[in-house]
């Protein structure tokens, strides 16, 4: 079960502010006790194969490679134009993850908009990740559909966030060994799921993880679904990422689960927001899933 680490902490320094360059970011992992990367679409020249190649030849210059690409793809769209544009939007996102070396790529159901209703807007998103597979076998990538909250620069969270609606929109989803899931426990809990429960429905589908631990400081389950309700751009002030193993999600479960299933995917590291510090959570965390891969005989 190898380890790779996401960004999540510079995310504005890498997207919004320009102050910081992928260049940067992978050299501040070569110390990292992890073995590959998880790239974001937005700090990436994603139509650009000639950069693309270059950070690839970088990145596994350094002994880890791209293997992952975090993208978020947003099929809520009431216009079907629109709709067929994030389709577009994501072909690129699949042929880029394919040049940086990689082997999945993110798809999200997209944004849950008041207007949306259940079953209109589990027919678009099936219908635009349905589309998307022939590309995703094309390029030999993977797409895995996220249990998600919020992209970092959205207004509203996860169109399918509760268990009920991720779970019926990979009802409407054939099997495929180029769509899979990635599952993330911190998710669950913020949606006021039980991750475990989510975990033992879609265990057999899995084929990476998004290692966190979140909790909330400030504020309820309530009350954060009562913010969520109105267009607010990013994650809630009250929504805190921790260093994983120290917050509310039980790992020994999960790992005892994803053993028991044959899980040997990749497991990507998400920091919290803060970059002061953020690169020492990723250490942190790190140090604590190899130990629990180690107790459980997870490679």
């Known amino acids: ?20 360059t992928v260049d940067d970011w992978i050299g501040m992992t070569a110390d990292l006790d992890v073995d590959g990367h998880e790239f974001y679409t937005g700090f990436l020249p994603l139509e650009d194969d000639t950069e693309l190649t270059r950070i690839r030849q970088l990145a596994e ?4 490679p791209v293997v992952m690409m975090c993208a978020s793809s947003d099929f809520t769209l009431p216009e079907a134009a629109d709709r067929q544009r994030e389709i577009e939007r994501m072909q690129t996102a699949i042929h880029a993850t394919a040049t940086l070396g990689g082997k999945y790529c993110r798809v999200l159901s997209g944004q849950r908009r008041p207007e949306v ?14 589309t998307l597979l022939p590309a995703a076998e094309a390029a030999g990538v993977t797409l895995i559909l996220e249990n998600h909250y919020k992209d970092n620069f959205w207004d509203y969270p996860e169109f399918a966030q509760k268990i009920d609606m991720f779970l019926a929109l990979l009802e409407r989803i054939d099997d495929s060994p180029w769509f899979g899931v990635n599952y993330d426990p911190s998710n ?6 039980d991750p475990i429960e989510l975990l033992e429905a879609v265990k057999h589908r899995v084929v990476t993880m998004h290692a966190s631990d979140r909790y909330l400081e400030g504020g309820t389950l309530e009350q954060l679904s009562q913010m969520d309700a109105h267009p607010m751009s990013g994650y809630a002030d009250m929504v805190k990422h921790g260093v994983i193993g120290c917050g509310l999600n039980d790992y020994d479960r999960i790992f005892s689960i994803l053993r028991d299933v044959g899980f040997a995917g990749w497991v990507s590291i998400e920091d919290g927001p803060d970059p002061e510090v953020g690169l020492q959570d990723i250490t942190d965390s790190a140090v604590f899933l190899r130990q629990k891969m180690s107790e459980y005989g997870l490679p």
């Open 188 to 193: 669950a809990i913020i949606a006021g799921d």
């Open 61 to 64: 210059a350094t002994g880890k």
């Open 117 to 130: 209703g259940r079953d209109e807007g589990l027919g678009w998103v099936a219908d635009c990740i349905g």
């Open 1 to 20: 079960m190898p380890l790779s680490a996401f960004p999540k902490c510079f995310l504005d320094a890498m997207c919004v502010d320009r102050t910081m």
